[in-house]
C-alpha cells in the first residue's frame, strides 16, 4: 500500500475528529478524497504539522490527529521531546513513513535506511509509540483514538504517488472553518 | 515592579495563555517569570520554528499565544512567518533579544544584528525597538496591536533595555 491507500483507509477512522495534514501530497490527497472543515490542510512549512497539532491540542479539548511524513519528522527532530514533556491526551500523531520525500519526487530518507523514528520517539520520551504496517492503520489508529492517551503511531509503507490536483481553497478560509469547527465542539 | 514582571503583567492582561520560548541569557528573567505565571502554559522549544508552529496550533485552538526568542534565529523562521503565520493570518508576538546592539560583548552577535532589521522589514513584520527601560510602557500598546491585526509583530529588546545581561 502506497500513502494515498493508506489515507483513504483512514477516512472512516478519522470520522469527525480534527486532523492536522502535512504540506503537499499528503493534504492534497486527503482534500481531494475526503475534505471536511475538521481538516487543516498545511501549504506551506515542511516538519510543523506535528508541533501545530501538539498546539490545538494543549489549547482546548477535542481529539487532534497530526498526520506527518518521515522526511517532515526529520526536517523537525526537534518535535519529539517536545511532545514526549508536554503529554496532550488528546493528541495523535500518526507519521506514515514511505522511507522517502514523497512530495519532492521519491527521493530515499534516512527513515527509509538505518534511522527507525519508533526507536528515535520512544528514545525521545514518547511514551505510547506503535510501528504498524500500512494494513493494520485503521485498526491501530482506532485503539489510538479509543485509549485517550498521547500515542505516536509509525505506520510503514511504501513509497509512491498518485496524481492529485493542488489545494487553491484560500488559507484563510481553511484556518477559519477549522478554527469554527474546534470552537463549536469545544462550546 | 521589574521590567519582567511588567512584561508578563501584559502577557496575562492580553489574556496570552500560551507562551514558546528558545532561550537567551538577556531573556532569562522573562522566562522565569513565565514559567512562574499559573494562568500561561509554556512550553520550551527546541527551535523557534516549531515554537511558531505550536504558536499557531494554540490560536486554532482558542488561545492566544506568543514565543519569547532571540534576533540570531531570524533567518531560519522566516519560512514559518511567510508561509504560515502571515499565509494563514494569525497574530504572534515575538519577544525578541535584540544581540549584538550597544553593549554587546560578543563580536559574532554583531553579525546578525546588523540584519535583524533588514529581514523582519524584508516581510513586512511591524517591528518595535524598545531601548530604553521606560520603554517597556508600549508593550501594552504592541500586543493590542497585534491581535487587533492579525500579524507577527517582532519587539526587539536590546542589551540596554535590559540594562546589560
Ligand atoms: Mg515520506
Redesign the pocket.
Known amino acids: 500500500m502506497i500513502r494515498s491507500e493508506v489515507i483513504k483507509s483512514l477516512l472512516p477512522v478519522f470520522a469527525d475528529h480534527h486532523v492536522v495534514c502535512n504540506i503537499g501530497l499528503p493534504s492534497q490527497e486527503l482534500h481531494l478524497m475526503g475534505d471536511k472543515p475538521t481538516n487543516f490542510y498545511m501549504l506551506g512549512t515542511m516538519g510543523l504539522s506535528s508541533s501545530i497539532g501538539l498546539g490545538v491540542a494543549l489549547a482546548q479539548k477535542e481529539k487532534v490527529i497530526s498526520i506527518d ?3 517532515s519528522v526529520l526536517t523537525n527532530f526537534g518535535t519529539l521531546p517536545t511532545i514526549a514533556n508536554n503529554v496532550a491526551d488528546n493528541f495523535i500523531l500518526l507519521i ?7 512530495s519532492t519526487g521519491d527521493q530515499p ?1 534516512y527513515a527509509g535506511m538505518k534511522t527507525s523514528l519508533t526507536a528515535v520517539a520512544t528514545a525521545c520520551g514518547c511514551e505510547n509509540v506503535i510501528e504498524c504496517q500500512a494494513e493494520e492503520a485503521p485498526a491501530t489508529l482506532q485503539k489510538a483514538i479509543d485509549s485517550n492517551k498521547m500515542t505516536v503511531i509509525v505506520c510503514k509503507c511504501e513509497s509512491g504517488n498518485i496524481k492529485v490536483p493542488v489545494i487553491t481553497m484560500d488559507p484563510v478560509v481553511i484556518r477559519d472553518r477549522f478554527m469554527k469547527s474546534l470552537e463549536a465542539r469545544n462550546a | 515592579m521589574s521590567i519582567e514582571d511588567k512584561i508578563v503583567a501584559d502577557l496575562v492582561k492580553h489574556r496570552i495563555e500560551l507562551v514558546t520560548t528558545v532561550p537567551c541569557k538577556q531573556l532569562a528573567g522573562v522566562i522565569e517569570k513565565v514559567d512562574a505565571e499559573p494562568s500561561i502554559y509554556h512550553i520550551p522549544s527546541n527551535k523557534e520554528d516549531e515554537g511558531m508552529g505550536i504558536c499557531a496550533g494554540a490560536f486554532m485552538g482558542g488561545k492566544r499565544s506568543a514565543i519569547v526568542m532571540q534576533n540570531t534565529a531570524i533567518g531560519v523562521t522566516i519560512n514559518t512567518l511567510v508561509t504560515l503565520t502571515q499565509f494563514y493570518r494569525m497574530p504572534l508576538p515575538m519577544l525578541i533579544s535584540y544581540r549584538g546592539e550597544l553593549g554587546e560583548p560578543v563580536a559574532c552577535q554583531a553579525e546578525m544584528a546588523v540584519h535583524t532589521k533588514a529581514l523582519l522589514a524584508q516581510i513586512n513584520v511591524p517591528t518595535y525597538h524598545l531601548h530604553k527601560e521606560a520603554d517597556v510602557e508600549e508593550l501594552d500598546a504592541i500586543l493590542a496591536y497585534t491581535f487587533m491585526c492579525n500579524k507577527p509583530v517582532a519587539i526587539l529588546t536590546d542589551a540596554t533595555f535590559w540594562n546589560g545581561y
Open positions: 511524513g518521515d522526511g506514515i513513513d514511505n522511507g522517502s520525500y514523497g530518507t
